[in-house]
């Protein structure tokens, strides 16, 4: 069998979560880690999401296969890293789609994390009820 031959690669990021997105030749095939991107992500409202950088760029996606490795966090944190890792993928492939993704939000990491617990709380902004006497 021959190897496909792969055209860009991104990293993406958010919450805890990190992908490495590839396109390589191919038929418009997704995948994440090695299961069909339906089969996945079940939510319709996230592979939206997940697709928005090909949306917004008008990249060609019928002779690109994406093939998606996520890691770590839940689905959503996976499909918000997958998207950045796609745009990032695209600009690689085509950089004059930079500037529409840039615009979009789809180049900007979604820092946002879970706060931490602090000492003498139950969590980390909840607070023990106060009692005078």
């Given at each position: 069998m021959a190897t496909k031959k792969a055209i860009s690669?991104?990293?993406?990021r958010r919450?805890?979560?990190?992908?490495?997105v590839n396109l390589v030749e191919g038929?418009?095939?997704?995948?994440?880690?090695k299961v069909a991107l339906e089969e996945y992500i079940t939510s319709?409202?996230?592979r939206d999401y997940l697709k928005q950088?090909?949306?917004i760029s008008g990249?060609?996606?019928?002779?690109v296969d994406v093939v998606a490795f996520a890691k770590g966090g839940g689905?959503?944190?996976q499909a918000g890293a997958i998207r950045h890792g796609l745009a990032r993928a695209l600009v690689a492939a085509d950089e004059s789609t930079r500037a529409a993704?840039?615009?979009?939000?789809c180049m900007t990491r979604d820092s946002r994390m879970k706060e931490r617990k602090k000492p003498g709380q139950p969590g980390a902004r909840k607070r023990f009820q106060f009692s005078k006497r």
């Open positions: 690669a991104g990293t993406g919450k805890t979560a990190s992908a490495r038929t418009g095939v997704w995948t994440v880690n319709e409202a996230l950088p090909v949306a990249y060609d996606m019928s002779k689905i959503a944190g993704l840039k615009k979009a939000g």
